[in-house]
């Protein structure tokens, strides 16, 4: 009787090995699966979603550039965080002529080039606290900016994963709301509504800080005409990108 009960307790220890192993190979692999949607499930707890930028202004002022009206300037009002003692910002862009605005009624700001697929956001999105645009973590911003109650999910975005391959903090322009702006560059797939293809694309964000808010420029292509065009036309919108009061 004793060997027996001694055999059983030997083949309970054993299973528990075995559920305990099992457990920590499973586990092994969901974290090895990618490090992206493990950044993602930890920097979710610290990011809020990015939203479209709200507009105070009735109209924005769309102005063609010379010498052949290429380009346009777009400027526009931004409204500002609740108890701020400005009562607005002042936002500006330039861009191709031939992207058109969307938005408009909605009260946010984005453009798309209907030829390429090229789209442009003015998003904001709440900093976490004890943060600065300078300290932030760079995983911070593909979380906000692709989060599921974002501008971009909500716009009809399937993002299947995405990856921030490069962050660096610039110098701002002398009228800006800040001395210093955040450069970064995103990498991400989507899944296209129509027909269910993953398809690549790539982004160039362009932000400033005022008063605990991020604001952001967000210009976006596919991933097979980044580096022959759309990368160019993307680093010069985000280049042009300002906040100022």
Partial sequence: MRSVTLLLLASGVVSSLQVAFTRRRAATAIIAAGSTRASFRDDAALAVAAISARRFSIEPRITPLPPLGALSRYEDQLSTPKGSKALFLQVRFEFPSQWALLERDAGGIQFVDGATGLRTY????????????????????????????????????????????????????????????????????????????????????????????AYMLVASATGSKWESSEKERCERTADSFIISL
């Fill in 122 to 213: 003015i998003l904001q999105a709440e900093l976490p606290e004890g943060d600065t645009l300078a300290t932030v973590p760079k995983a911070w911003f593909g979380t906000s900016i692709f989060d599921q109650q974002g501008a971009i999910a909500r716009g009809g975005a399937i993002v299947e994963d995405f990856k921030v391959s490069s962050s660096k903090l610039v110098d701002a322009p002398p009228e800006a709301v800040g001395p210093s702006r955040r450069r970064l560059s995103l990498k991400y797939t989507v899944v296209t509504p129509a027909n269910q293809r993953v398809v690549e694309r790539r982004a160039v964000v362009d932000a400033y800080e005022f008063q605990g808010i």
